[in-house]
């Protein structure tokens, strides 16, 4: 679970072995499932999903963010913010395999690390919204880590205003 350790001092998943974890974890889903029966936990996972989505369609339709995993149905997007000017439609394709991208490659991943380092800090003092961070996404053809922001929609009270939340809180710690 190293992706839900991104902040603060205590993180036991960074060196916990998977296979030494309680079953708490596998015993709650199974209580979920019993208590809600096959229909709700699909109703469940289908909000997260849809949730995912509607913070999808919000992202793309910002010039300045572009989602990385389009192609994925679940409850995770994988997003990056880019500074001023940049197409978000051609970039992805650059970073990943133009060798002369390098440098602003690397520029957009501090850009988006330093987001991610805003954006928790606001949420640590209770005004923001929480999100993660991966420092490899994917790694490009020149072997750079190509990193990315991170929204999984894990609450079933979630709702549309707070996948305007994410949005929002990214573009203000961009702007910052």
């Given amino acids: 679970m190293p992706y839900l350790y991104h902040t603060g001092e205590y993180h036991p ?3 916990t072995l998977e296979t030494s974890r309680s079953a708490t974890g596998v015993m709650a889903a199974l209580a979920n499932l019993l208590l809600l ?3 709700g936990f699909r109703t469940l996972v289908g909000h997260a999903i849809e949730m995912a989505e509607v913070l999808r369609e919000l992202i793309i339709s910002r010039p300045e963010l572009s989602v990385l995993n389009d192609q994925n149905y679940g409850p995770v997007t994988l997003f990056r913010a880019y500074p ?7 970039v ?7 060798p002369s991208y390098v440098g602003e490659l690397r520029r957009h991943n501090e850009l988006n690390r330093r987001i991610f380092e805003r954006v928790a800090s606001e949420a640590l003092a209770g005004r923001g919204v929480a999100i993660g961070f991966t420092d490899k996404y994917r790694t490009s053809d020149n072997g750079e880590p190509i ?3 991170k929204s999984y929609v894990l609450s079933p009270f979630a709702d549309e205003e707070q996948m305007h939340a994410v949005v929002d809180h990214v573009l203000a710690a961009r702007r910052e």
């Fill in 13 to 15: 998943g960074m060196f």
């Fill in 37 to 39: 029966g096959k229909e």
């Fill in 84 to 90: 001023p000017g940049v197409d978000t439609f051609r």
């Fill in 92 to 98: 992805k394709q650059r970073e990943e395999s133009d």
């Fill in 147 to 149: 990193c990315a922001l």
